[in-house]
């Protein structure tokens, strides 16, 4: 059944492809061999790509939508193959959390089938369904305990990268390509060319560079809190760089989504009896101090304008003052109106960037603000509700596992997922982060998280049962 699953969703990921990548189709197989062999160099390269996409496509000219998606067939294909013919990693299960989620993603591919609209319901999943899918498939893959370790040290490696270069920009400034792009990039989404976007680092718009670092911050925490070695450095280092870049963004959002994240992970860390229990409080409360000494030192050097200072201080003290917000509600209230009008929705399509390019325009508002109304409004109240009970499943699923295991590596990268999955969660609430090359990077990290619980007896990829691996959860 696993098999037939896994089949599934691999077909529906091709089609969802579209026609760019079988331009390049002969290319992956090549990528899932080498994806196969070591999946953590393809986390490692895709997190690179998205890091730096707009470094790579101002001064490159490289597309990096279509080297990711060929990178995440190859990875996709690569996990089928090793499923199917002999991966030994581990025997899993599908939890709960998991059920929700593929029943989201079944509906939306018959959603896609029954459309009117083929054409535009492919190409709303292909830029938001999917990547949960991607989700999903590396929840199940059968890797090793130490390929899922692996994979996370090689994002917050990607993510120290990250926060150097954005560090480097904000005192030397933005090259010309960099500043060029990323001035198209505003004027695209519909702002006015009279303001200068915010700072936005090695990526074409300051909010993606926000949510990206948000994703990252917890699993960088947990690496540093439960890591040894270099890799502590390396986890610290790449905090320091991350929470930068979110204060430099000057994207409230983001800053909201990280430390909602960050206040799941020590949260979970301290109650985890993986962990030495005389350690666990002391120093989830020195991490605690740290990040937000680190916080107000970065948010000093960052935000100096004083029209930014206000911006954040309405956010704590009376959000509901700020014209920002109470134009988004405004949004809001119009969209929950519309999506009550159809309840099973409009229709893949009909609203987001897709719905951008019909005739006439999307049945909502056109800058909407919110992933969750953007399903609301396409698929129905109903299976909004089947999303954020996925959500929640998989979230009290992970802080569940996290109270059982003794397995300090599997402890860590389940914590790490949960405080991904409540930034991802936050992300959605405000923005449509759902959409497009935003949600790769944190739905990557939150299949790192939730393969934990998937699994109930781990092999390293010598044959033998590594020590401290609970046999059943």
Sequence with gaps: MLALGFGALLAAAIIAFGSPLILVLPLVPLAAIATARRPEFAIFSIFGLLGFQGTITAHLGLSVNLITNLL??????????????GGRGRSVWVWPGLLLAFMYVGISLLQVGFSDSAGEALSSFRTSTYFLTVALVIALAPWSRKTFVAMARAAVLVGLAVGLYALFRFIVGSSGPEQILAQQTWIGLGRPASIAPSFFGSFPFAPTMAAYAAGLAPFALILLLADRGRWRA??????????????????????????????????????????????????????????????????SLAVTDQADRDRYERLVTDP???????????????????????????????????????????????????????????????????????????LTGLASFVRRTRDRAVAALAIAGAGTLVATATLFYAALTIEGLDPIPLWMLVGIGIAMPCTRRWIDEDGSKPAGAPRKH
């Design 72 to 85: 995440i067939a190859g990875l996709l294909i690569g996990v089928l193959a090793k499923f199917m013919f």
């Design 234 to 299: 390396v986890s610290g280092a790449a905090l320091v760089g991350l929470i930068f870049a979110i204060l430099a963004s000057e994207n409230r959002t983001g800053l909201v989504a990280a430390a909602l994240g960050v206040a799941v992970v020590l949260l979970l860390f301290a109650i985890s009896p993986a962990f030495p229990s005389g350690r666990r409080i002391s120093t989830t409360m020195v991490a605690l101090v740290g990040v937000v000494v680190l916080g107000i030192s970065f948010y």
């Design 320 to 394: 509901g003052s700020d014209p920002a917000y109470f134009l988004r509600l405004s949004r809001w209230d119009f969209a929950i109106d519309t999506a009550a009008d159809e309840p099973f929705g409009y229709g893949l399509g009909s609203q987001g960037t897709i719905a951008y390019e019909r005739p006439e325009g999307p049945v909502g508002p056109r800058n909407l603000d919110s992933s969750y109304l953007k399903i609301a409004i396409e698929q129905g109240f109903i299976v909004l509700g089947i999303y954020a009970a996925a959500l929640l499943a998989m």
